[in-house]
């Protein structure tokens, strides 16, 4: 089983202004693909390991595969599945707002929406280093906010990640340059929540 990216569900300047044509494209088609080839290059000779199992349950169950290959994984595939899901809850249409049972967690855990805008924020703003921020959920619908480094997956530590924020300079810095803050003020006009609310479900 070979693992890959998601297709691109918009064209590469779709996005724009808030994230560039050339930033997606390079990020998309160069960095996204490396992870890809690097994740199937280590993963040739353990099938066994990963026969029908999505990337999601293999990174969730991370102890099962063999030390060898195990940081390979964890930084391999987890650049695979973060890119994957980065990519596809941002929109050129999204929709603005969260409604239903999500939006109530929402409000549950952080009062209002734009608390939880905010602390993903300053994780992501504070995170030393390469990583990302993220909105996750626990088993029983929980919500929490968190960041990693480099390409950890929250998925690793039992959460189901339904929102994040790549913070990798290669996310921001042809537009940005050192302006991290001000990337991640502007990629909320483009997250998706119809997507995030489909991920929380
Ligand atoms: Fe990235």
């Not at 990216?5 to 050339?22: F, G, Q, R, T, V």
């Not at 909105?135 to 929250?154: A, M, Y």
């Not at 790549?166 to 998706?192: F, G, P, Q």
Request: proline content about 4%.
């Amino acid at each position: 089983m070979k693992y890959d990216k998601i297709e691109l569900p918009y064209s590469y300047n779709a996005l724009e202004p808030y994230i560039d044509e050339e930033t997606i494209r390079i990020h998309y088609t160069k960095h996204l693909q490396a992870y890809v080839d690097k994740l199937n290059k280590a993963l040739e000779g353990y099938e066994k390991f990963t026969n029908g199992k999505t990337l999601e349950e293999i990174l969730s169950n991370i102890s099962k595969i063999p030390k060898s290959i195990r940081q390979t994984v964890i930084n391999q595939g987890g650049g695979v599945a973060n890119h994957n899901l980065y990519f596809s809850i941002l929109s050129p249409y999204p929709k603005k707002y969260p409604e239903g049972k999500l939006l109530k967690e929402i409000n549950k855990a952080f009062g209002t929406l734009d608390n939880l805008k905010e602390e993903i924020n300053n994780v992501s703003i504070n995170q030393f280093g390469s990583g990302y921020g993220w909105l996750v959920r626990d088993k029983h619908g929980k919500l929490k906010v968190l960041n990693t480094l480099n390409q950890n997956t929250p998925l690793s530590c039992g959460f189901t990640p339904i929102l994040t924020i790549d913070i990798w300079e290669h996310a921001y810095y042809l537009k940005y340059k050192n302006l991290r803050a001000e990337y991640v003020k502007n990629i909320w006009n483009i997250i998706n929540w119809e997507k995030v609310e489909e991920l929380y479900k």
